[in-house]
């Protein structure tokens, strides 16, 4: 017999994931698999899971889902997308996809859409069990609670049927091992079994779970692969979804922590499952990261920060209070103090806005200095204009840079300029009103203040 998880690397597989549900229990317009954790949809993470354990994909979407197959070929560009044109079952919705199982693949596996805490180890373990001679191989999961679960009748190791809690006889309800819903085919009887599966139970649906009865009665063998609850967390309602997005969380945190990263109050910082995050790189409470972050080794992140699309350089530091928007770019050492939003903009190694300020669609070059309360005044009310700052200049506290506008290396802008015009390398420019004593006027105003109030009534 070969070697399982080292000979299933040599098969080929066909990962068909189910996603046509409308997800009526989320009470949602957006369809159920395109729900979000950990900042991607649900359905991405079960494809990328899927891309990891090696072979093609096959997206099952609903009538008129054209936004789910669009989910999926963004994390799958290949990924064969397939309409089931009525809700008939999960055997009906595997059979959507016959034409790609007809190409041929020695495994296929069916993994629904809404199990976004899958793992590729799982999967390959599965296929494992294939390699090893079975013909179809079950995730089994021992719940607290089993209601609404198939449950899993075994003789010995072999797994003889799985049974529908409404179909089942109470001695069968008494189970507690349950159908964690994934599943793995042989591919070389996959059809002839699918094909075989009718839909004479209490909901009248063709089930893929009698797929196991089918097969023990041509001989073949069905196995059980055990794994813990939570990655078969099934998400189909918004309680489902909050503790499907705590567990990733979880899991997010404990990956960042391994990896040999500070998290200071780990249950505060929300990841996405694409944050990047390099070595000793120090993230203080209540930080949450977007999707597309990338922060290189020993930044620090303080706290009450959010970020999204940002990169952070290599010591850089960020809040705490700040606010990174994507394509902010933070080179190495630079420094974004509290209450600054950057967007679109560059701040290269060693520049620094610390206090208070807007950056959008900006350079700010290395070492340069960007003063409390500045602002680039990017946007005329129909287009986006840039702002560049040379290497080594300063701004002024309080200036309003009017883009698109430059300002040259090692320039100077005097505190509260607007600044319209380019401003030329170590020139000084200051933008503002002269100011104007009046000797003695305040006195003169209080007089005439105090000579106009009215007497207090009553
Ligand atoms: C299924 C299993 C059950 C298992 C449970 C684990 C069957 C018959 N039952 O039950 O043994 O314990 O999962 O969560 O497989 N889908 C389609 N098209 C359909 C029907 C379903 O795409 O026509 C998708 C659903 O959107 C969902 C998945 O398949 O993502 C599971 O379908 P559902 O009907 O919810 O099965 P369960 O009742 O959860």
Do not use: W
Not at 115 to 135: C, F, K, N, S, Y
Not at 310 to 318: L, N, P, Q
Not at 370 to 388: F, P, Q, S
Request: some cysteine; aromatic content about 4%.
């Amino acid at each position: 017999m070969e070697g399982g998880v080292a000979s299933a690397r040599t098969r080929t597989c066909l990962a068909i994931v189910l996603a046509a549900g409308e997800g009526t229990r989320m009470k949602s317009e957006l369809p159920k698999v395109l729900h979000a954790i950990a900042g991607a949809p649900m359905l991405a993470h079960v494809l990328r899971a899927v891309a990891a354990a090696g072979g093609k994909a096959a997206v099952v979407v609903g009538p008129g889902q054209d936004t789910v197959a669009k989910a999926a070929q963004k994390v799958i560009p290949d990924a064969a997308i397939f309409t089931q044109t009525e809700r008939r079952g999960t055997a009906h919705a595997v059979l959507a996809a016959a034409e790609a199982i007809r190409k041929g693949a020695d495994d296929i596996l069916v993994i629904f859409g809404d199990t976004p805490l899958i793992r590729p180890d799982t999967l390959q373990r599965m296929r494992g069990v294939l390699a090893e001679g079975a013909a179809i191989a079950v995730v089994g999961f021992r719940p607290a609670d089993p209601t609404g679960y198939g449950r899993l009748v075994t003789k010995g190791d072999t797994l003889i049927a799985i049974r529908e809690e409404r179909d089942a006889s109470p001695a069968e309800r008494a189970i507690m091992l349950c159908n964690g819903g994934a599943m793995a085919l042989a591919g070389a009887h996959a059809l002839k079994i699918l094909t075989e599966i009718g839909d004479d139970n209490a909901k009248k649906e063709f089930y893929l779970t009698d797929a196991v009865e089918i097969a023990a009665r041509k001989g073949l063998a069905a196995k059980v692969l055990e794994i813990g609850e939570d990655e078969v967390l099934g998400v189909d309602n918004r309680t489902k979804l909050a503790r499907g997005e705590a567990m990733m969380q979880e899991k997010l945190r404990a990956a960042a922590l391994e990896a040999g990263v500070t998290l200071v109050a780990p249950e505060t910082v929300f990841l996405c499952a694409d944050t990047k995050l390099g070595r000793d790189v120090v993230i203080e409470p209540y930080v949450v990261f977007g999707p597309g972050c990338v922060v290189e080794d020993k930044a620090v992140i303080h706290a009450f920060s959010h970020l999204e699309g940002a990169h952070v350089g290599v010591g850089a530091s960020v809040g705490p209070y700040a606010r990174l928007r994507p394509g902010a770019k933070l080179g190495k050492g630079a420094k974004v103090g509290n209450y600054v939003e950057v967007k679109a903009a560059t701040i290269e190694d060693g520049a620094k806005v610390n206090h208070l300020s807007y950056v959008g669609d900006a350079r700010v070059g290395q070492n340069a200095n960007v003063g409390a309360g500045t602002i680039t005044c990017n946007y005329d009310g129909a287009n986006k204009h840039l702002t560049d700052i040379g290497a080594n200049a300063f701004i002024g506290s309080n200036s309003a840079l009017v883009a698109p506008v430059k300002i040259g290396d090692g320039a100077y802008v005097g505190t509260g300029s607007v600044i319209t015009d380019d401003v030329p390398a170590d020139a000084l420019a200051i933008g503002r009103a002269r100011q104007v004593v009046k000797e003695g006027y305040a006195e003169r105003l209080r007089k005439m203040i105090g000579m106009g109030k009215k007497k207090p009534s009553g």
